[in-house]
């Protein structure tokens, strides 16, 4: 499998001599778990269950930090290629408001090493989110 490249910070295709790159292997799982960590939830109209319920968890007041870590673990779990999930970090300031960007540091294992030699995938991902600014 493998898919075209993206840029990681600005989410344009990535071109080289006038052709589209593609990416293949633990890279090709790289991009496809950023690409799935920054879906919203609903936001794709024919697979209503793809992408993170941002709304009603990630970003509702009150949440426990265990409730969103399972809601990227659930969704890192599901990319193809990814195998299992050995640590999710969400800091106190993972979702920094004045910014409006959250950091999410993860370690995955994936399919692509032998079972008895995996080597972790380690990505950290910023993802822009709105936020509205609290009234005081």
Same mark, same amino acid.
């Given at each position: ?57 990630? %970003? &509702?007041?009150? *949440? +426990?930090?265990? /409730? ?10 599901? $990319? ?34 032998? %079972? &008895?030699?995996? *080597? +972790?995938?380690? /990505? ?10 609290? $009234?005081?």
């Amino acid at each position: 499998m493998s898919q075209f490249k993206v840029d990681a910070i600005t989410g344009d295709l990535v071109r080289e001599n006038g052709s589209f790159v593609r990416v293949t292997g633990r890279e090709e799982i790289a991009q496809h778990s950023r690409v799935r960590l920054r879906l919203f939830r609903f936001e794709v109209p024919f697979n209503l269950a793809l992408g993170l319920n941002y709304v009603g968890i990630v %970003l &509702a007041k009150g *949440t +426990p930090v265990g /409730d969103i870590e399972g809601e990227f673990r659930v969704q890192l779990l599901d $990319t193809p290629g990814i195998v299992e999930v050995d640590r999710i970090n969400l800091s106190q300031t993972a979702l920094q408001r004045q910014r409006r960007e959250g950091v999410i540091d993860f370690v995955a294992k994936t399919d692509e090493d032998d %079972l &008895a030699a995996r *080597t +972790p995938l380690h /990505d950290r991902i910023t993802i822009p989110i709105a936020v509205t600014p609290e $009234t005081t």
